[in-house]
């Protein structure tokens, strides 16, 4: 099946330090990727649609000089928080799509801290 | 805006059944399944396309009234490993649900 990795796993920084956060799509090629953020308890919310060779799409409410997001390969796309602060302290999540019918196929995620 | 799941959680033993429902109010293309285990990655369980439309894998299975805006996910002979949050994903933009969080008790 088509798997995903992130990396880290998990990171702690320090406020206003900038962390980046690494997707990959292992055994397939994915155009577009997903950005998530998912807060305990709480369902994932969509934080942006990176896009191989080109700009990313966010939705209502992401900053995009705060998120910043580069899909440079057919297999990877980042997520660089800038200087992060503690409410940026989440679960990070990506996922790639995977064929026509849009199945997702999501990478174990990240979680930061901030402290 | 995200779809509705109900219930929020429910409980059950080993061996019962459960239904968590999902609807939209806005027009539905598809639905997603995902299930999330604590401090991991959501996965996927199914996709239903078609209005009408049935699936099932195991004993988990789902259905998808288009016109209703509206699908359902059947938790049959529940096991231990079906714990977990559920989560319904409009296939329009992704949208996740708010999720079910489901415990199966010995």
């Known amino acids: 099946g088509a798997v995903v990795s992130q990396h880290p796993s998990w990171v702690i920084c320090k406020s206003g330090t900038s962390v980046k956060i690494e997707c990959r799509s292992l055994?397939?090629?994915?155009?577009?990727m997903f950005w998530y953020r998912q807060f305990p308890k709480q369902s994932l919310m969509l934080m942006a649609t990176s896009n191989e060779g080109s700009k990313a799409t966010y939705e209502q409410g992401v900053e995009k000089d705060k998120f910043l997001i580069n899909h440079a390969s057919l297999t990877l796309s980042t997520l660089t928080v800038t200087s992060a602060h503690p409410e940026d302290s989440s679960f990070y999540i990506c996922?790639?799509?995977?064929?026509?019918?849009?199945?997702?196929?999501f990478g174990p995620g990240t979680r930061l801290t901030v402290l | 805006q995200q779809p509705v799941q109900s219930p929020q959680a429910v409980i059950l033993r080993e061996g019962e059944d459960a239904v968590i429902n999902c609807s939209s109010s806005k027009a539905l293309y598809s639905v997603h399944w995902y299930r999330q285990k604590h401090g991991e990655a959501p996965v996927f369980l199914m996709i239903l396309l078609k209005g009408g439309e049935q699936k099932g894998h195991e004993k988990i299975s789902a259905s998808f009234n288009e016109k209703k805006q509206q699908s359902s996910l059947y938790l049959t002979a529940s096991q231990l490993s079906y714990s977990g949050t559920y989560f319904c994903?409009?296939?329009?933009?992704?949208?996740f649900g708010g999720g079910t969080r489901v415990l199966v008790k010995p």
């Open positions: 055994d397939f090629q994915a155009t577009t």
């Open positions: 996922s790639a799509d995977a064929g026509p019918t849009d199945t997702q196929y």
């Open positions: 994903v409009s296939g329009n933009k992704l949208t």
